[in-house]
């Protein structure tokens, strides 16, 4: 029996090892399992599918991602993030400024590097209005919370990001396109924007700011019950679960 233990105790340690690595790296894992989920049943979370993830997705997980988010963030640190104008400028000029300009570099050195147009410009368009969007909303706070990163700024900049979207980011892709004619295509699309603004701005009323100011509002009635619920029951966890949807 002697001989024995020490094997055993050494798959246990391996066994907890992994377990604790699959707790610590759950919303990777999870988000590797949403990307099979999707694959293989691709009508039940696609628009219009089975659970209608256009409704309860894109505006149910949302809203509870920042309904925790209100629930998780003293009032204070937003406020004190809101003030703070440096944080705006150099997140927001990363954001618009420094990636398109990175990935505009990164596409005149392909057009240099390809004249028989090997590569679909459309593809190459389409890395620059993807430089120029701003960065995705419940994932950039879900993240920030999960690395363990300061989730209020996150929270903040990511608002303000998505409201300068809709106005930034269309002129100033159209701006950075390539001036040879293959891109003109692009260039002079006369679409109709504005049930685009309304789509944008009615999910960000109703699936972020509406639950953010409710979370805010029942955290300063109850601070105390909702911090020791928030902390007994990991509250925070639902949150990236709800990422996981997102993803899937």
Avoid at 36 to 41: D, I, R, S
Avoid at 138 to 155: E, F, I, K, P
Avoid at 169 to 193: C, I, K, Q, Y
Wanted: charged fraction near 15%.
């Amino acid at each position: 029996m002697a001989n024995h233990d020490p094997t055993s105790r050494g798959i246990k340690r391996t066994l907890k090892s992994i377990a604790l690595f699959i707790l610590h790296q759950w919303l990777l894992i999870g988000i590797g399992v949403a990307c099979v989920l999707a694959y293989y049943f691709p009508n039940v979370a696609k628009s219009g599918g089975i659970i209608r993830s256009e409704y309860s997705i894109l505006y149910g997980a949302m809203a509870l991602i920042f309904l925790i988010s209100g629930l998780s963030v003293p009032r204070e640190k937003l406020v004190l993030h809101l003030m703070n104008w440096r944080l705006h400028v150099l997140v927001q000029a990363f954001s618009f400024l420094f990636i398109p300009a990175f990935i505009l570099a990164i596409v005149h050195i392909i057009l240099a590097g390809d004249p028989d147009e090997h590569i679909d410009r459309a593809l190459l368009a389409g890395y620059i209005f993807l430089a120029c969007i701003p960065t995705t909303i419940a994932s950039n706070v879900v993240m920030t919370r999960s690395a363990g990163g300061d989730d209020a700024a996150a929270l903040v900049e990511v608002i303000i990001a998505n409201f300068l979207g809709p106005f930034i980011t269309a002129g100033w892709t159209v701006t950075l396109l390539p001036s040879s004619s293959e891109f003109d295509v692009w260039r002079t699309g006369d679409g109709n924007l504005s049930d685009m603004y309304r789509d944008v701005f009615k999910q960000l009323g109703l699936a972020v700011l509406l639950p953010l100011v409710v979370g805010q509002l029942i955290r300063w009635v109850w601070p105390e019950t909702v911090a020791k619920v928030m902390a007994k029951y990991r509250i925070a966890k639902i949150s990236t679960a709800c990422l996981i949807l997102l993803v899937w």
